[in-house]
């Protein structure tokens, strides 16, 4: 099955097509939407994380749009097929091999260390020079975790599932199955062999949505996502390194929901 390949135009396309959604839910319809959603609620932060939920949601949904418009049906042989959703393949052979899932084992701590050590490092500098894109404090994991407010997300267990909700489309289903999935296979005819590159970057830049972190969203995107992606043919790669992060924030949020004595 050939996957076909996209213009610069059209790539540019996809991604203004997921990246601006995401800026205007962020900072356009959450500010609107804001204090009736997190009244109603009782938790600061609901309107944000519904929201930008849907644009996840929606990138899904685009994928799913575009493939289809290749192919006939949207059958899982298909969506293999053209999303990159096979095991990895040595690069050499183009046989699928067990053993490169082992690499994980790797890029999994290196997700880690770039998260934990690099990316405050580098994003420091950045916000340096662009201090108006430092994060609101209320956007932050640890406002939900500290104050008085923290006492609200206890037995708010309909608010923990709509962060995995999130969790799932920004990790799986949206970011990952768009850029690497989606994207990359198809952009080989604009970039050549640094499709990559381009597709890390372009991933980076996506974010406009939370601008503070947008040098490591670069770093990662190219290193730990894009990059073994195309190297193994295998979306799958970039879905479980960045998933990850999910994994992780999930069990740091977990406790706060549990209802004290």
Known sequence: MTIPQYSFAKVVGVWAAAALPMGLLGWVANPWLARSIDGASGIHGTARLLLL?????????LTLILVRRESPALAWSVLRERLWLGAPKNPR???PEARLWLWLALLIPLFGLSVFVIAPALDGVWLTAFPSLAEPAEYSVASL???PGSRALEGA??????FLLLAV???VLGEELLFRGLLLPRMQGAFGRWDWLANGVLFGIYHVH???????SVLDGVLLFALPTKLWRCAWVGIAVHSAQSAFFALVLLPAFVESA
């Open 93 to 95: 052979t183009g046989r």
């Open 53 to 61: 939920t849907v644009g996840l949601v929606w990138q899904f949904v």
């Open 169 to 171: 489309f920004n990790t």
């Open 157 to 162: 267990w309909w608010f923990f599932g709509l």
């Open 145 to 147: 975790l500290e104050g």
């Open 210 to 216: 939370q601008p503070w972190g947008l040098p490591s």
